[in-house]
Every structure is written in C-alpha cells, then in structure tokens.
C-alpha cells in the first residue's frame, strides 16, 4: 500500500512539473523539485509527447546493463541516461563513454528486432556547456524538446550504432 501512494505521489509530482511548463514556466525550473527518478518519468513525458514509445529501465542481457530510458520512433532508437545531478561535469565523460557502449549493445545484441539505429544520449538537469562527449550528445533539459524533435533527422551528428539491413 505505502509503494502505491509513493508511486502516486512521484506521478503527481511529475504531473505538476508538467503543468507548470505547460503555464509557461520554464523546463529547467519545472523539473528542479523532481527527484532522479521524477526527473527520468518527466523526460520519458517529453519524448512521449513527441512522437516515441518510451520504455523505462530496459534491461539489455549479457552483459546486463540498464538504460534509463529507450525512447523508439520506427526503427530509430534514443538510449537515454538520466542524470538529475553530478558533483562535477568530469564525470560526464564516464557517463557519456558508458552510454555509448549501451546503445551499441543495444544495436548489435537486436534487443528489439526492429531498432536498426541507435544514438545514445545524456540528459541533464544542469546545462555543463559540454554539448558533445565522445561523439554522445549531452543535452541539458532546457534543450530536451529540440532535442527530441530533431535529433533523429541529425543523427550523423552523433555516434550512431547502427544494424545493417540484410537482403
């Protein structure tokens, strides 16, 4: 019973953030009262409202690794890593580094048969000004919509894993 008014609560605050954005208030002042894991339902609402099926905490097998968040249009994938705070943007290259190896897991493991490309990606509750870390966007929330819209029509931009289409 106590989980279920947790879980209700968190939903709540996720709802909240969103109204707020939706009143005017900017993302990255919405989102600062969610906790991490408020934070990853409120960026799954973002990429939801555009388009994607979101898959929360997927689970990719040997090795077992986790992404946050698998955002999936067609055959297009985003692995997003949530990152509601670090103690310094250093550890974003960790982050970034280990986000790539999941998207590529993702690709070449066929987790999901009809992903045939992948781009990781960061989301940040701070913006660090780091734009790109090993070829793996690092996008501050208050970028999170344009992000969202475009980054599958500029997915060369970024390190894509990528499945070859057999005939």
């Keep these: 019973m106590v989980k279920n008014n947790i879980k209700e609560k968190k939903r709540n605050n996720v709802d ?27 960026v799954a609402r973002v990429f939801s409202s555009v388009g994607y099926d979101v898959y929360t905490n997927f689970i990719l097998k ?10 999936v249009i067609e055959d297009f994938a985003v692995a997003i890593d949530c990152k ?10 960790k982050v970034a580094r280990l986000q790539k190896e999941r998207a590529i897991q993702l690709i070449t493991t ?7 490309k992948a781009v990781p990606a960061v989301v ?6 780091l734009g790109v870390c090993y070829g793996v966007p690092i996008v501050p929330i208050s970028k999170i919509f344009n992000f969202a819209f475009q980054v599958r029509g500029h997915s ?12």
């Design 124 to 129: 940040t509750q701070q913006d660090y000004q």
């Design 84 to 93: 509601h705070w670090l103690r310094s943007k250093s550890g974003l290259t």
């Design 110 to 116: 066929n987790e999901i048969p009809t992903v045939r």
């Design 62 to 71: 040997k090795p077992r690794r986790e992404i946050d968040l698998l955002a």
């Design 16 to 42: 909240k953030a969103v109204e707020s954005v939706v009143k005017g208030l900017p993302i990255d002042i919405s989102s600062l009262s969610l906790d991490f894991r408020e934070f990853e339902m409120f």
């Design 156 to 167: 060369e931009l970024y390190i894509t894993a990528q499945r070859q289409v057999r005939n």
